[in-house]
């Protein structure tokens, strides 16, 4: 595990698009595994603005998103799918059908979830996992459990989740109960897994995830035994580490 300490969000923001700006510029056709949540917004601004100027070029490349509510069609504004289009799809040049996310309008979880981890395994994996921390230890949607799950699945969120995610939607009422998230197996198969975390609420996660034990309780600990994982956070979410 590699910790690179940044000044700000800013700063973390840039750094994390200087990584996967050089992944994609060291393998064109890279395979990325991308994130949601408010953490990795700054990267992709970033790397929109060095699209825009012909820094980098993702014709090639192809993405695998993480995770995706269960129930919400690709046309709601809070949709995993629209955010990302909104955020980073709509502005660089990702080929339509190289872009993956789970299809939270299947009702069939079992259906959803098997065909999206043959996408992963048909795309050879990933290349560069980015990701994000959630106040209870997720990583995706992996929420805290007894076991860590393997491939993608459907989740039950946490009351914890449902309560992070509230500020999105008009209501608690309206935060889906469920998601579908790529698994433990893949995220720790990727070959560089890549985390944005900044903001003091996140400094005592960090600490029980990276400094105590790996344990499924804590998904993101798991992480501490990947051979190529980078943590990327600000002078607060690093404060008690
Ligand atoms: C969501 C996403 C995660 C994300 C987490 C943290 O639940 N499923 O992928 O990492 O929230 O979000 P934020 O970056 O807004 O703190």
């Not at 959630?134 to 993608?152: C, K, R, S, Y």
Request: hydrophobic share 40%; glycine share 8%; proline share 5%.
């Amino acid at each position: 595990m590699k910790i690179i300490k940044a000044k700000d969000y800013d700063d973390a923001s840039k750094k994390v698009a200087n990584i996967i700006s050089a992944q994609v510029i060291m393998k064109p056709d890279a395979v990325l595994g991308l994130a949601t949540g408010s953490s990795p917004i700054g990267a992709y601004e970033y790397l929109i603005k060095w699209f825009k100027r012909g820094d980098v070029d993702f014709s090639e490349v192809t993405t695998i998103n993480l995770d995706e509510y269960r129930g919400l069609p690709k046309t709601h504004d809070q949709s995993y799918w629209y955010f990302m289009h909104k955020n980073f799809f709509d502005h660089v040049n990702v080929p339509d059908k190289n872009i993956n996310v789970p299809d939270g309008s299947n009702p069939d979880a079992e259906v959803a979830c098997r065909k999206y981890d043959e996408i992963i395994e048909n795309a050879g994996g990933l290349d560069l996992q980015l990701l994000g921390l959630g106040l209870d230890g997720h990583i995706g949607f992996n929420e805290p459990a007894d076991t860590f799950v393997l491939g993608t699945h459907c989740v039950d969120l946490t009351e914890s989740t449902i309560e992070a995610n509230q500020r999105f939607f008009a209501s608690k009422d309206e935060v889906p109960r469920q998601a579908y998230t790529m698994g433990i197996k893949h995220i720790m198969q990727a070959k560089k897994v890549v985390m944005i975390v900044t903001g003091a609420n996140k400094a005592e996660i960090v600490k029980e995830a990276f400094f105590g034990p790996v344990t499924p309780q804590i998904p993101a600990s798991i992480l501490q035994i990947h051979p190529d994982f980078i943590l990327i956070g600000d002078e607060e979410a690093l404060s008690l580490v």
